[in-house]
């Protein structure tokens, strides 16, 4: 059974830093890509970032480009966002996916974990 479990949200103030994990779990993703997505109250759930599992070819939306970094540990089979200079809009529930294409689409992603809350206060 496939398990993504996010870790590490939290309150940060703005201008700070979080790193989100996700641990990966019940089957093989080394040709798969893995995102972040997130989703804010009222909003559409909106792609972050993305990394191919086995390449390390990375994709971000333009919105954290420059803010935000997506790694991952084969030894851990943990993949990691690493938030930096945040700001209040970043507030959201952030989602740990999986899928067989790397893309920014909710629909190119078969396997979801449960989300993690990052609020950002002003």
């Known amino acids: 059974q496939v398990q993504l479990v996010e870790s590490g949200g939290g309150l940060v103030q703005a201008g700070g830093s979080l790193r989100l994990s996700c641990a990966a779990s019940g089957r093989t993703f080394n040709s798969y890509a893995m995102g972040w997505f997130r989703q804010a109250p009222g909003k559409e759930r909106e792609f972050v970032a993305t990394?191919?599992?086995?390449?390390?070819?990375?994709s971000s939306a333009d919105s954290v480009k420059g803010r935000f970094t997506i790694s991952r540990d084969y030894a851990k089979n943990t993949v990691y966002l690493q938030m930096n200079s945040v700001k209040p809009e970043d507030t959201a529930i952030y989602y740990c996916?999986?899928?067989?294409?790397?893309?920014?689409?909710?629909?190119?992603?078969?396997?979801w974990g449960r989300g993690a809350q990052v609020t950002v206060s002003s």
């Open positions: 990394i191919i599992w086995s390449g390390g070819h990375t």
């Open positions: 996916a999986a899928g067989p294409v790397l893309g920014g689409r909710v629909s190119t992603y078969d396997y």
